[in-house]
């Protein structure tokens, strides 16, 4: 679970060894998701983040799968998007020490790893 770090302390040239799925969850249960869909439409449940151990990473954040390249530098993760979709903007985000968990330093929302890492 050590992640392969870059030997420039500023750069983000860290990539994680594996591949590995963080999500947002809107709703605290799956029941409560489904008894929110308006009839006839479907929302999303959650948000996702894919990352691969060669720099890609996919964003969904709707319904459209955003490429996506990410480096890491410390704690730290900057994703920025590689292409069009509904994800714009750069990612800034700090791992904590166990690897569950991603936060992002701009609004908080937490990103939990899927899998028995991280739930």
């Given at each position: 679970m050590l992640?392969?770090?870059?030997?420039c302390e500023g750069s983000f040239d860290?990539?994680?060894?594996?591949?590995?799925?963080?999500?947002?969850?809107?709703?605290?249960?799956?029941?409560?998701?489904?008894?929110?869909?308006?009839?006839?439409?479907?929302?999303?449940?959650?948000?996702?983040?894919?990352?691969?151990?060669?720099?890609?990473a996919f964003v969904t954040l709707?319904?459209?799968?955003?490429?996506?390249t990410y480096g890491i530098r410390g704690r730290r993760?900057?994703?920025?998007?590689?292409?069009?979709g509904d994800f714009a903007g750069t990612l800034e985000l700090e791992l904590s020490e166990d690897e569950a968990?991603?936060?992002?330093v701009d609004t908080g929302k937490v990103w939990v790893r899927d899998g028995p890492e991280g739930g």
């Open positions: 992640l392969v770090l870059a030997a860290g990539v994680f060894p594996e591949p590995r799925t963080y999500r947002f969850e809107f709703f605290a249960t799956r029941e409560e998701c489904q008894a929110a869909q308006p009839p006839g439409f479907h929302i999303n449940c959650s948000q996702t983040i894919e990352f691969r151990p060669d720099g890609r709707t319904d459209i799968i955003n490429p996506a993760v900057r994703v920025e998007p590689d292409g069009p968990l991603l936060t992002d």
